[in-house]
């Protein structure tokens, strides 16, 4: 029973140093470095401690911290031994939905997600405010030849996992792969929306031997890897991003998953580009943006969040738009997308482009995952015209 009191001090002084400048996980990664005498157990408690503190950082907010602490183990977890010895009172009450524990605790379930006159319309602001109480799975994506293989795998190590669709696989959430799974080569981690981004535009991609396709964001290169596996490799492929050691990890990610390049370069695609000579068939443009589709799995970035921040996102998503659009060849598809469920980075950014009468709308979806433990997305496709 005294370790419980143990995990809560814990968690306690940690959040009190936290400050939300770095993502929380690498945060408490090397908090549990400096303090070896927490074993796997204790490391498991006192970060769930945290992380349900976060999802209910705006309903709990002006509490105790203590309380807040516990109440938002009562609220996010269905069990829990822990909050038999913090609160038993509470216990009896574990099988409600969130709404009704944070009534019972006499706070309000709207306050969950403060930001609800931001949303889409298209976004069910009370299914999606659920959704931050749960923590997410964790989907693979196997790449092709390699399905079989990979569930025999997991079986063999009795990893428990579900196949969604083809070839995606939603494992529980902090499963380890890298000593079972040929990560890159044999599959992919990627959220179940993610794996959708290019259902779409694959309908109306132009029939021709080679694509040439420009990745303009490419981060970790998650998209350039899905894509080329959707294309059956029948591309030229050219990444960009802002930071240089970004794409020195994306080189060595793409060299693991078999993946040639055209071209890499370092550039920052919301200023004018002068870096990129050519022009494409299609260009991917998964811009940044506030995240705010994927909380439930940072939701320390919801307890950070300033509003403000989200026309400053839809100012640079605009420009980094408009600035790729250029090379898009005639009857070039450029594929938006965003991990936001705010308008002003989604359907705004869309009418802003649409004013360039060169530019016209295809398609646009939200991935709604809030109802699948995955991530929110959005994503659109649009075409240049004919005429340059």
Not at 165 to 194: H, M, P, R, W
Not at 205 to 227: E, M, T, Y
Request: hydrophobic share 40%; proline share 4%.
């Amino acid at each position: 029973m005294r370790r419980y009191f143990s995990y809560l001090n814990t968690a306690k002084e940690i959040l009190k140093e936290y400050n939300g400048q770095e993502p929380f996980v690498h945060y408490i990664k090397k908090y549990f470095s400096q303090f070896k005498k927490f074993g796997s157990s204790d490391r498991k408690h006192i970060s769930m401690l945290c992380y349900d503190y976060f999802r209910c950082f705006h309903a709990l907010k002006g509490r105790d911290l203590a309380e807040q602490l516990i109440q938002s183990v009562f609220v996010c977890e269905s069990e829990s031994p822990m909050l038999q010895a913090l609160d038993p009172a509470l216990v009896d009450s574990l099988h409600l939905p969130g709404n009704e524990k944070l009534a019972l605790l006499q706070a309000d379930f709207n306050d969950v997600f403060p930001f609800a006159m931001h949303l889409s319309n298209e976004i069910n602001q009370l299914q999606f405010s659920a959704s931050i109480l749960m923590q997410p799975r964790l989907y693979l994506r196997t790449r092709p030849g390699f399905k079989e293989i990979v569930k025999e795998k997991l079986s063999s190590s009795s990893i428990p996992f579900n196949e969604i669709f083809e070839g995606c696989i939603a494992l529980a959430n902090g499963t380890s792969l890298q000593q079972i799974v040929q990560l890159n080569k044999e599959a992919v981690v990627q959220d179940l929306s993610s794996q959708k981004v290019f259902d779409a535009a694959m309908q109306v991609i132009p029939k021709q031997p080679v694509l040439s396709v420009w990745d303009s964001c490419a981060a970790s290169g998650g998209k350039s890897i899905l894509f080329f596996d959707k294309m059956q490799s029948k591309m030229h492929l050219t990444v960009s991003d802002i930071r240089s050691s970004i794409l020195k990890n994306l080189r060595e990610r793409l060299g693991t998953a078999g993946i040639p390049l055209m071209e890499i370069v370092e550039t920052d695609v919301s200023k004018k580009v002068q870096q990129i000579t050519r022009k494409f068939d299609l260009i991917i443009c998964d811009v940044p943006c506030t995240g705010s589709g994927t909380w439930a799995r940072t939701p320390e970035q919801l307890a950070f969040f300033s509003a403000k921040k989200i026309d400053e996102y839809s100012r640079r998503q605009i420009a980094i738009a408009k600035n790729v659009i250029p090379f898009l060849k005639s009857n070039g598809l450029l594929i938006y997308i965003t991990c936001s469920v705010f308008a002003s980075e989604n359907e705004a950014v869309i009418r802003q482009l649409m004013e360039d009468k060169k530019i016209k709308l295809l398609h646009s979806t939200y991935l709604e995952g809030y109802n699948q433990k995955a991530d929110t997305l959005f994503v659109a496709t649009l075409q240049k015209s004919k005429a340059e």
